[in-house]
């Protein structure tokens, strides 16, 4: 069949509005855009057939290469990540113990974790049958490892708060054979590895999110035999993460993803976001009221956020209704209030939107001055 001839679907045929994404790599607006290199390998990778436990080897190792680890596995987001990387934890490769979960009856069924990175997300980690242990000190965290132990967890984002750092936690658990696995769905997957430089077994990257590839997978970078475990726990295994599947599409689209990661302009990626930002400061500076500073991240979307705020006696428009004008548009603009304001977040939005956003930020806002 000729190319030129098929038909498919678009959003806009089945009634769906797409959006300028000034708010970040999120799963409900749907993480970012994948890169061309990883559409392409996707694409390539729907033509053949191929063995997935013989294509997970390989990219294994290619990953680990990349990335300078021991192993690399790809999982149909992070999510199931937690998920496969707790499975490993608990029931290892030992067939009868993978069926049985999550009926965690005569295995180590407990996971280990400061009360300050709790998180959703625990719920991928809880599904697999265990029961999270809270501690709060160094001390109370060896007094917690016991023969039920089977993980000590870590929300990368929480990483400063609490009381023990990673490095701390490893090293205890590495003491008594515990691994320590680190969710950094977010976060940048920088090499080296900041959290296996600091003793973590295992750390977790969302694929959709800076990495830009495909919206539904996962990375997970650390120990060889953890991830191999952590693989033969879900698909195209019979195990309790059989449900959440990558494809060999969503593999090779990663993959591509990670092979540009290590050779992107990262820097140059940095200055074009604060160009972006100045353009929309710029068109919105001569606003009575109107101030606007440029404000640095934490470790999850790390990229400069313009921070808009105004006087509500001048500019007679709350936060929430000004981000519900931008939303409501045409174009659609996802923007996130702030105290007293609004946030731009530049890392996931394309060529020449910021003058697209300016232009609508300034109406919304002169409008009731």
Known sequence: MDASSLSFPTYESIGVR???NCKGTFTIISGSLMLPEAVQAMCEASKAYVHLDE???RVGERIAELMQVEWGIVTNGCAAALCQVTAACVAG????????LPDTTGMKNEVIVQPSHRHIYDHAIRMVGVRMVEVETAEALEAAIGEQTAMIAVFGDAGDRGTISVEEMARIGHKRGVPTFVDAAAERPDVPNRYIAEGADAVAYSGGKCLRGPQASGLVLGRKDLLQAAFLNGAPHHALARPM???????MGLLAAVEQWVVRDHEAEWKEWERRLRVIADAISDIPSIRTEVEQPGRSNVAPV???RWDPDTVRMSPEEA??????GDPRIEMPTNEGGLSVMPYMMEADEEVVVAGRLREVLEGVV
């Open 323 to 328: 981000r519900k004008q931008l939303y409501e």
């Open 18 to 20: 797409p959006l300028i």
């Open 93 to 100: 490769t030992d067939l009868e113990k993978m069926r049985r």
């Open 245 to 251: 599947k990558a494809g060999k599409e969503e593999i």
């Open 306 to 308: 313009l921070a808009i």
């Open 55 to 57: 294509l997970m080897d």
